[in-house]
Every structure is written in structure tokens, then in C-alpha cells.
């Protein structure tokens, strides 16, 4: 019975990836999504998002950066073309290979850690998370959206998180006619160093 379990679990999680892969994009060619926590992720996490290179996740403290390793397929090069079979068979990573990662934190510093976290703008994707063999750990119709604004981590100031038109994360800081710009301060830890390019870009 356990077999049969986890096999229809796995198959699933298949189906309900293959269902998200359906919808896309957007028809101006946005693609990144912010799925709420339904309880599939730690509790810290309100909302996570697939950035380049990992994955985002909002916090009431801040942001969260999980960068990781990226792992070539071995293959990846010969699709739509004729190659050479490798004379030596491919090396797959296995269940105890080291990959590694980085970790990346962006703390509101001073800022109301219960202010609320409101999405808008649903993408009409629904996301299914069966993982392990405990239901309470699953959640299924779990809906993204392409925006999240923390409403006021600072008195009168919101922030607003999306992906623009280059699809890139873009965030805003929204400012009340009397909000005091100078209480959003914001702490990076994990960075060896910051700097400011073209276009105020970090």
C-alpha cells in the first residue's frame, strides 16, 4: 500500500507541474511567480519566487536569497542535433553529491515585522505540493500572482515586489506624503560587497 502511495504521490506532483508548465507566460513575457506558503514551506516564508540562479522568499524580516550550484545535464548541448556519443559515460550527480550554495539576506531594518504581505495580479497557475508521506505537510490549488506589497513595514512606506519589463525583480518603495524616507534602512548579510551601477542598479 506504501508503494502504490508514493507512486501516485510522485505522479501527482508530475501532473500538477506539467499543468503549471501549460499555462506560461504572460503575454508580455513575464514568468516570475509569488506562491504563497500554504504550509509546504517554513513557516518564516510568506511567499517564495524562482529567481535566476535559485529561489526568492519573502519574509516578514526581509528577503531571502538561496542561490545555488548550477548542475549541467549531460545531454543539454545535443538536442536538435546529431553529436558524438562521450567516449566515457556521462557523470550524473547522485542522492550524496555536494552542491554548493550561497544565502543571501536583505533585513528591513526597524521595520513592523506583522505588516501584512498582499498579492494582486493572479497569474492563473495553480501550483500542487504533495511532499513526504504527511498530508499536513501538502498543499494543493495553491494560486501565484505576478505582484506582493508588503503594505507598511515603515510608517506610511510600502514596498512592492515584480518583475518588469526586462524580467528582472524589480522592487518599489512606496511613499505616503508624509512618510519619512529616511526610516527605510536596509542590511545585507552574505554579500562580500555592494555597488550601484548604470540606472541606480546594484
Known amino acids: 500500500?506504501?508503494?502504490?502511495?508514493?507512486?501516485?504521490?510522485g505522479m501527482l506532483l508530475?501532473?500538477?507541474?506539467?499543468?503549471?508548465?501549460?499555462?506560461?507566460p504572460v503575454a508580455d513575457g513575464r514568468t516570475l511567480?509569488?506562491?504563497?506558503n500554504k504550509g509546504q514551506w517554513p513557516a518564516a516564508v510568506r511567499y517564495a519566487?524562482?529567481?535566476?540562479?535559485g529561489h526568492l522568499y519573502l519574509?516578514?524580516?526581509g528577503l531571502h536569497y538561496v542561490l545555488l550550484q548550477a548542475i549541467r545535464h549531460p545531454h543539454e548541448h545535443?538536442?536538435?542535433?546529431?553529436e558524438k556519443a562521450p567516449?566515457?559515460?556521462?557523470?550524473?550527480?547522485?542522492a550524496d553529491s555536494l552542491v554548493r550554495g550561497h544565502q543571501v539576506r536583505v533585513r528591513f531594518v526597524g521595520a513592523d515585522l506583522g505588516t501584512p504581505l498582499v498579492p494582486t495580479?493572479?497569474?492563473?497557475?495553480?501550483?500542487?505540493?504533495?511532499?513526504?508521506?504527511?498530508?499536513?505537510?501538502?498543499?494543493?490549488?495553491?494560486?501565484s500572482y505576478r505582484q506582493v506589497r508588503y503594505q507598511a513595514p515603515w510608517a506610511g512606506i510600502g514596498v512592492r515586489f515584480y518583475e518588469n519589463a526586462k524580467q528582472e525583480l524589480e522592487y518599489d518603495f512606496e511613499l505616503a506624503a508624509d512618510a519619512n524616507p529616511a526610516l527605510v534602512q536596509l542590511k545585507y548579510e552574505g554579500a562580500s560587497h555592494l555597488s550601484l551601477g548604470p540606472g541606480n542598479t546594484y
Open 78 to 82: 545535443a538536442v536538435g542535433r546529431a
Open 59 to 61: 519574509e516578514p524580516t
Open 87 to 94: 567516449s566515457t559515460p556521462p557523470h550524473l550527480p547522485t
Open 121 to 143: 495580479e493572479a497569474t492563473g497557475e495553480v501550483f500542487n505540493y504533495l511532499q513526504g508521506n504527511d498530508p499536513a505537510h501538502w498543499a494543493t490549488g495553491v494560486t
Open 1 to 9: 500500500m506504501k508503494k502504490f502511495l508514493y507512486a501516485f504521490t
Open 14 to 24: 508530475l501532473l500538477s507541474h506539467w499543468a503549471a508548465a501549460q499555462a506560461g
Open 33 to 36: 511567480a509569488f506562491i504563497p
Open 49 to 53: 519566487g524562482a529567481v535566476p540562479g
